[in-house]
């Protein structure tokens, strides 16, 4: 097969690969589609220290090798029993497991779900792990309910995308934070009633203006300190990543006379997947996608994705 792959040094080579051997349990997906989320840059830049050389991604739709039928890829692997958290022998596909940046790949039988139908290839392979991560964001752990105001942090990213439209479809009131006006704009279409441009405004101020918050998603991960302070008494802020930081400080006594929650995240359990495509199901909206490359070009396309300038998810083109 063909594959983009990572050796040492971050090297990225479009390659000829040996296909992949299915395991007991295991199928082989002959892929359409790939969607790239920022973990894989992550992967290339050797944050994560797999062993090379290594296929990236984790999103993934195509046709099951054994049966034909169109199939979407849950890229969590062995989640484990309990819904608050995975368990020990959790991994994302991707890495350290070869991942969907490829012509095949092998998965196991239980991660494989058949494909929307009102989804194109493109949109099935933009959904899984950007949209389960907005769910159990907002859901799961966020506790969000009809009737609440929700603060997205950074409009356009995949997962803002997602959150928003899930966020609206569930009757609560979607606000937006970005550093242009287009993306403030573009989400309002998906669902958001205000967004703030935090380049040449007070955010946190601005947010209180709007009567403070219910719930914040915090991407940033360096903002915890303002996204709190956003917040109404008993209000949560969820975080899944660090993308403006990795360490902050924060005020004690604020946080419980507020009786806030600071809630951590990360990807979903198969029952927060069926959430996701039920969500899917009875709703109208569908992923976002920016553009799609073919699988040789995915060098850029991650040069683009670090760039930051798109809206929504970037997808690659397998066969």
């Known amino acids: 097969m063909q594959a983009l792959r990572v050796h040492e040094g971050g090297e990225l080579r479009y390659e000829t690969a040996p296909d992949p051997e299915p395991g007991p349990g295991e199928v082989v997906v002959e892929l359409?589609?790939?969607?790239?989320?920022?973990?894989d840059l992550l992967v290339v830049r050797g944050v994560y220290p797999f062993?090379?050389?290594?296929?990236?991604?984790?999103?993934?739709?195509?046709?099951?090798?054994?049966?034909?039928?169109?199939?979407?890829?849950?890229?969590?692997?062995?989640?484990?029993?309990?819904?608050?958290?995975?368990?020990p022998d959790f991994q994302i596909l991707g890495g350290p497991r070869d991942g969907t940046y490829a012509e095949l790949v092998a998965v196991p039988e239980a991660n494989v779900f058949p494909k929307p139908?009102?989804?194109s290839w493109e949109e099935a392979a933009a959904l899984p792990?950007?949209?389960?991560?907005?769910?159990?964001?907002?859901?799961?752990?966020?506790?969000?309910?009809?009737?609440?105001t929700v603060l997205v942090l950074g409009a356009g990213s995949?997962?803002?995308?997602?959150?928003?439209q899930l966020a609206a479809q569930a009757g609560a009131r979607v606000l937006v934070t970005s550093s242009s006006d287009e993306k403030i704009e573009r989400s309002r279409a998906l669902g958001a009633v205000a967004g703030v441009n935090y380049g040449s405004a007070d955010w946190v101020a601005w947010a209180k203006e709007q009567g403070g918050v219910d719930l914040v998603i915090d991407s940033v991960g360096s903002t915890w300190p303002q996204s709190l302070e956003c917040l109404r008494p008993g209000g949560r802020v969820v975080v899944f990543g660090a993308t403006g930081g990795t360490e902050v400080e924060l005020a004690v006594r604020p946080f419980y006379f507020g009786q806030w929650s600071l809630l951590g995240t990360m990807m979903g359990s198969p029952a927060d997947?069926?959430?996701?495509?039920?969500?899917?199901?009875?709703?109208?909206?569908?992923p976002v996608v920016?553009?799609?490359?073919?699988?040789?070009?995915?060098?850029?396309?991650?040069?683009?994705?670090?760039?930051?300038?798109?809206?929504?998810?970037?997808v690659l083109s397998c066969s």
């Open 32 to 39: 359409r589609t790939a969607a790239l989320n920022r973990r």
């Open 51 to 87: 062993p090379l050389p290594i296929v990236p991604g984790s999103d993934g739709a195509g046709v099951r090798r054994d049966t034909g039928e169109e199939v979407l890829i849950y890229p969590a692997l062995d989640w484990g029993d309990r819904e608050a958290a995975f368990g």
């Open 117 to 119: 139908a009102r989804l």
């Open 129 to 148: 792990l950007a949209g389960l991560t907005a769910y159990r964001a907002l859901f799961s752990r966020g506790r969000l309910v009809t009737g609440e």
């Open 158 to 164: 995949g997962v803002s995308t997602f959150a928003v």
């Open 273 to 286: 997947f069926a959430g996701l495509l039920q969500a899917l199901e009875h709703g109208s909206w569908r």
């Open 290 to 314: 920016d553009g799609m490359r073919p699988l040789a070009d995915a060098a850029a396309a991650l040069e683009e994705l670090e760039a930051g300038a798109h809206f929504g998810k970037l």
